[in-house]
């Protein structure tokens, strides 16, 4: 027995000794993984936690408070709009209902008062829920929310950003008390459709203040913030009453409630009393107003790390993000009007306003209206500039009065021939044709042209001229990769749909249609050589609250068309006009206009779009219910535009000059060619080119000479008042120098001093000077804050251990991402090499801007520790 009982022991010690080394394996493997893991990713995630640090500075109770009023400014910077809202309603903590209070903390962050900004349980509890029960389930606490809405306003899944966010919370919680804290999250959470925080919430949902909610309709907003879209009162009630009852259940278990209160609240059915007045501005009434805003809420929206998409593989695809689309768009639009905004504008009034006259005059004579009241028929026009790709007017409809629609961006209508130069011709002249190729117009299923029988062989440019549908169809199937469906998303057609990747659409059949904002920006890429631009009236977006800007138009272009498919596209437009069915186009005023009509089936749509070198219109008229239009009213949109150009002739003093031919193209009569010979110049050639050089070498010279001088022609100074503003500002540099950085205490002071230092610096006039310092500057800054935050990494250990601990949570997610991101930033860099030395070889307008986006991604590249090496641009190459 007792050998037996030995041997038994000498089991178990075996079994124990086996355990103990597997867990040894086990820690040992876990402990070189965290080391790798940090060898690869330690300086990135030193990084985020300074860039947490650095943030952290300069937050202050102005940041969760009420705003400012956003404000609209005219091209001149004068006041046109001053945005204010009531879904904005700022409610001291003490006048919050307590249930609020409370029932917030319970649902979603019910140890807010034991942590210190972030929840280390929370966290491993969500990375539980994820790993081994697969259900999403979040860790942030309402800390880390209000960082993330409010003070980074991004709702990226990266973990440079949560790392951010986590130290960022840690510190806000050092300056501001729990009672605070709660009050900024509950005046300052988006509660959907463009509602911030509860007492606005409580007044859109309910039309009353949030001190008289009953229990239900509290738990109902309650139960909002954990996602605004799915739990939708208004648009998913059944969703919006679960949400409410788990809410009301949670308040019963915390004793928030009796269990009276809580049978009684889960038998009430969802009662909403909307409130559509919650909005104290309006923007329906200026068309031009109400597009800046919406192109305002778009830039936000990117701002915040939403991604907008053109193209999808299914309709489901598309409608998901559709919804997405619509919940950061209505969350942005709030975020606007909440205040605290500069959207400065490219916005003309009195062209705008003559515009609108212009337009709508001549639909006077047609007084009928429809069943809701609107005149018919209904008009949208948009005149785009050229050269920039600015909106620079815009009408959305017939009037103002009792119709807010503004039919110019969501009027999605059928284009109807009007789509054939965009989407037959100039993707067959890439493809090699010329406009005296010849095409069959013969029978094709389901095609049918306006008149009756077929014509036989006939070249492209007398099918334009004529609206043939076979041949602008013919030319469509004959593009077997489709380019024309990629030219469009290229072009940011926002409803494309996977059923337009067809050549039905080359007449006009689009699933969804089109606007005048896209049509007239798709003709102006074409009359600018093929490049499009971005359609939109902002200049910039500044945040006031945080003091800096969020958007700034460059008006970065991107190739669609060569010049050569541009210019044969355009030059057998302007015979639709002088030879062709546009006839009634022709502009009194001027002699080279290019253009094209658009009719549906049953005549239910009339577009029609044109083009001068210096400006596009584009016109559609049609009912806002789909139904046949008369012949007079047809002819509106060729009639609109006509009087719309003539004016904008004058207005721009455009000269009386044609497109300009590109060096490739030769005409012989009507007949184009493209050639590219390098054929021995002839004397004239040589002569015309070295004069061209020299004009070149000249600019070049004049320039330099302006960036050496500009202080004296610009601001009319003295060399001897400049170099004393420069050495101002030299001095003041070695001064701060000589102080060394070694106490965290100093911190303050130093960044005073680079304060001052940037103000004398911004009375340097001397341009070259003035960006020399402003480099040095920032170099300093960065110095600052690297010592400050070494500093802090000294003097809390203890801290940064604990966040480390957080980090490990995160190590896998991160691995990836950079992974992920790294592959996609070379990919993104060897597709701008190539831009730029093209933009170079062919010295285009946009070089430089290409040049510095080549630039950025190279230092995102060695962000991210992978090797971008410096790229000499050869231009004679």
Do not use: C
């Amino acid at each position: 027995m007792r050998e037996q009982q030995l041997k038994k022991n000498k089991v178990k010690d075996s079994k124990k000794r086996r355990i103990l080394w597997v867990l040894f394996a086990i820690i040992l493997i876990f402990l070189i993984s965290v080391g790798i893991f940090w060898i690869k990713n330690g300086a990135e995630i030193k990084n985020s936690i300074r860039d947490g640090y650095a943030y952290s500075q300069n937050i202050k109770k102005d940041n969760f408070e009420p705003k400012n009023k956003t404000l609209i400014y005219d091209k001149n910077h004068k006041v046109i709009k001053k945005l204010s809202t009531t879904s904005s309603i700022y409610t001291k903590i003490d006048n919050v209902n307590p249930l609020i209070k409370n029932g917030l903390v319970q649902v979603e962050d019910k140890r807010f008062y034991s942590h210190h900004g972030v929840d280390i349980y929370g966290i491993g509890r969500a990375a539980f829920s994820r790993v081994f029960l697969r259900r999403q389930q979040g860790g942030s606490t309402l800390t880390q929310q209000l960082v993330k809405n409010i003070i980074l306003k991004d709702q990226s899944q990266t973990s440079d950003r949560k790392i951010k966010e986590m130290v960022i919370a840690q510190e806000i919680e050092k300056k501001f008390s729990k009672q605070q804290i709660l009050e900024f999250y509950i005046n300052n959470v988006y509660m959907g459709h463009g509602n911030y925080g509860f007492s606005s919430a409580s007044e859109y949902y309910f039309s009353k203040d949030q001190s008289k909610l009953s229990i239900d309709q509290l738990a109902l907003l309650i139960g909002l913030p954990n996602n605004q879209t799915l739990y939708d009162p208004v648009i998913n009630p059944n969703n919006a009453k679960y949400r409410r009852n788990v809410v009301l259940k949670t308040m019963l278990d915390s004793q928030l409630i009796s269990n009276k209160e809580y049978k009684d609240a889960v038998k009430q059915p969802i009662k909403l009393k909307i409130n559509q007045q919650s909005y104290d501005n309006d923007i329906s009434k200026d068309y031009a107003i109400n597009y800046a805003v919406y192109n305002a809420t778009e830039e936000l929206m990117k701002s915040s790390g939403f991604t907008m998409k053109y193209k999808f593989d299914s309709d489901q695809q598309r409608n998901d993000y559709n919804a997405s689309y619509q919940q950061a768009f209505d969350k942005a639009r709030g975020q606007l009007l909440s205040g605290g905004y500069s959207i400065n504008s490219t916005i003309d009034m009195n062209l705008q306003n003559e515009v609108v006259k212009i337009a709508q005059d001549q639909y006077k004579a047609y007084t009928g209206k429809d069943s809701n009241g609107k005149l018919t028929p209904q008009l949208s026009s948009t005149v785009v500039d050229n050269k920039t790709g600015d909106v620079i007017a815009i009408v959305g409809g017939r009037s103002t009065d009792d119709d807010q629609v503004n039919r110019a961006i969501s009027g999605y209508r059928q284009p109807g021939s009007s789509a054939k130069p965009i989407v037959a011709y100039a993707p067959a002249f890439e493809r090699g044709y010329l406009p005296q190729s010849t095409v069959e117009d013969s029978k094709i299923d389901n095609i049918k042209n306006w008149y009756e029988g077929f014509k036989g062989k006939m070249d492209l440019r007398s099918a334009l001229e004529n609206s043939v549908n076979t041949v602008a169809y013919k030319l469509a199937v004959s593009d077997t990769k489709h380019s024309y469906y990629d030219d469009l998303l290229k072009m940011e057609f926002a409803r494309l749909s996977p059923q337009d990747n067809n050549p039905i659409i080359a007449i006009g059949g689009f699933t969804y249609g089109t606007t005048t904002n896209e049509m007239a920006s798709a003709y102006s890429t074409l009359a600018r050589g093929g490049k499009f631009i971005h359609p939109s009236n902002l200049n910039s977006i500044y945040d006031s609250s945080n003091n800096r800007y969020i958007y700034q138009n460059r008006h970065i272009n991107k190739r669609v068309y060569s010049p050569e498919s541009s210019y044969m596209t355009i030059n057998i437009m302007q015979s639709v006009i002088t030879d062709g069915l546009g006839k009634g186009a022709a502009l009194s005023n001027y002699g080279y206009t290019a253009g094209k009509t658009g009719t549906t089936d049953d005549t239910k749509d009339s577009y029609f779009v044109g083009s001068t070198p210096e400006f596009t219109i584009a016109n559609w008229t049609g009912n806002d219910t789909p139904s046949t239009i008369s012949a007079s009213e047809q002819e509106l949109s060729m009639q609109t535009f006509k009087a719309e150009g003539e004016y904008m002739v004058d207005y721009l003093k455009e000269e009386n000059k044609d497109f300009t031919t590109p060096s490739d193209i030769k005409k012989d009569g009507e007949d184009l060619k493209v050639v590219k010979s390098k054929k021995k110049q002839s004397t004239q050639e040589k002569i015309t080119t070295k004069f061209d050089l020299f004009n070149k070498k000249q600019r070049k010279d004049n320039n330099n000479r302006l960036d050496d001088l500009d202080y004296r022609i610009i601001y009319h100074l003295t060399k001897k008042e400049e170099k004393k503003r420069e050495s101002k500002v030299k001095k003041a540099i070695a001064k701060y120098k000589k102080s060394p950085f070694t106490k965290k205490s100093q911190y303050k002071s130093k960044l005073e001093a680079l304060q001052k230092i940037g103000y004398l610096n911004a009375n340097v006039k001397h341009q070259k000077a003035k960006i020399k310092f402003s480099n040095e500057l920032i170099k300093l800054q960065k110095e600052l804050n690297f010592t400050q935050a070494q500093l802090l990494s000294d003097k809390d250990a203890a801290k940064l251990a604990e966040i480390q601990g957080q980090i490990d949570t995160l190590k896998s997610q991160k691995d990836s991402d950079k992974k992920t991101k790294l592959a996609q930033l070379n990919k993104d860099y060897q597709d701008q090499l190539a831009k730029v030395k093209t933009a170079y070889k062919n010295d285009d307008d946009d070089k430089e801007a290409q040049k510095k986006k080549l630039e950025d991604i190279m230092d995102q590249i060695r962000s991210y520790g992978g090797s971008a090496p410096d790229i000499t641009i050869n231009v004679d190459n």
